[in-house]
């Protein structure tokens, strides 16, 4: 590790269904907790658009650029872990039957239905997010307005604002009390204990890592909640220097549309700056709300899963890895009744953990 230059900012990841990708200096790295108990892992390129076009890189265009192309990537990554967790799930279960609708679409149409199936689901949580976090905070800040008697006009970036904030954190909640949903919350965890046990240079190994905290200022939970407060600030600057915004519901609604890509840009780069600047003071207090949220968003993870978090680490950084790891099954051994008793056999203590 002493002869390994780290980087902050350099590795990233997101947790799957069963499994974690990690983005390295080697490319994309997907470890998969398979159902047999085995761990698969894989390695992919995976060049981000700045790589390919240096412009892409600058400062305020690389955040909304990064973060589509993340999206769109990690989208395909958990697609491919649902699929192959489910396959796997099937196989072990033994699974030969097929109902005819199944057997029939996967005749006519095979992998292009599922790219569809996977358009429209994609769509269909654009829409949804527009819809939760545009819409709805601005037509319950209308009723709520008509309410006070249409005088609370002054304060409607930030009561909107709050709302938002609000869905977000309810929705969260709500989804981590699913119980798959709350597992790829701890693979979520220990995707960023990983990472921070390798940025503070310590050797991966399930003890450092499960030592680590699960709370990290990079993470995608953190920027969010940033792109939440910089809305915020933006909307009512904006209703400041043109206060009739406000008595426009479509307009206001094409400019909160219209204003996300420079939310974004300026989100990235604060989420970037805090990931170098970890013992910040100042960068501790802004990145504080972010972080409080990664106690929903993220759990503390089993050693198994931890196990998952490093090879998927491993692999991302360009060190050895195992494209499959065995299950590891304990085996009691039975004595045999051949064997004559030990006479300084004890009686059998449990283990510990």
Not at 49 to 60: M, T
Not at 122 to 143: D, E, H, M, R
Not at 310 to 333: H, S
């Amino acid at each position: 590790m002493s002869e390994e230059k780290i980087e902050l900012g350099k590795v990233g990841g997101e947790a799957l269904m069963e499994g974690i990708m990690m983005r390295g200096p080697k490319g994309a790295a997907v470890s998969l907790r398979m159902a047999d108990g085995s761990i698969e892992t894989s390695l992919r390129q995976s060049k981000l658009p700045s790589e390919k076009y240096k412009f892409l890189g600058w400062p305020l265009i690389r955040g909304p650029v990064s973060l589509v192309y993340s999206m769109a990537f990690g989208y395909k990554c958990m697609m491919e872990s649902a699929e192959k967790i489910t396959q796997g799930i099937m196989d072990s279960e033994e699974v030969v039957s097929e109902s005819k609708i199944d057997k029939w679409l996967e005749d006519h149409f095979g992998p292009k239905m599922m790219a569809a199936v996977s358009a429209v689901g994609l769509i269909l949580g654009l829409a949804l997010a527009v819809g939760l976090f545009t819409l709805l905070p601005i037509y319950a800040f209308t009723g709520i307005n008509l309410l006070a008697h249409d005088s609370l006009g002054a304060w409607k970036a930030v009561i909107e604002g709050v709302i938002r904030i609000a869905i977000f954190v309810g929705y969260m909640f709500a989804m981590s009390q699913i119980p798959d949903i709350r597992r790829v919350f701890q693979y979520h965890g220990a995707e960023h204990k990983s990472i921070f046990c390798y940025e503070y240079g310590l050797p991966l190994t399930v003890e450092n890592v499960r030592a680590q905290s699960r709370f990290h200022p990079r993470c995608g939970t953190s920027f969010l909640f940033v792109m939440l407060l910089l809305g915020m600030i933006l909307s009512a600057i904006l209703l400041l220097l043109f206060p009739n915004l406000k008595d426009h519901n479509a307009l206001w609604i094409a400019v909160k549309i219209l204003q996300f890509p420079l939310i974004m840009a300026f989100g990235y780069e604060f989420i970037r700056f805090a990931g170098k600047h970890l013992k910040n003071p100042l960068v501790r207090a802004l990145s504080f709300p972010g972080l409080a949220m990664q106690r929903i968003t993220t759990k503390e993870p089993d050693d198994g899963i931890i196990e998952v978090g490093i090879q998927a680490l491993t692999a991302a950084l360009g060190r050895p890895f195992e494209a499959r790891i065995p299950a590891q099954k304990e085996e009691e051994e039975e004595p045999s009744i051949d064997d004559p008793p030990s006479d300084t056999a004890g009686p059998e203590e449990p283990g510990e953990d």
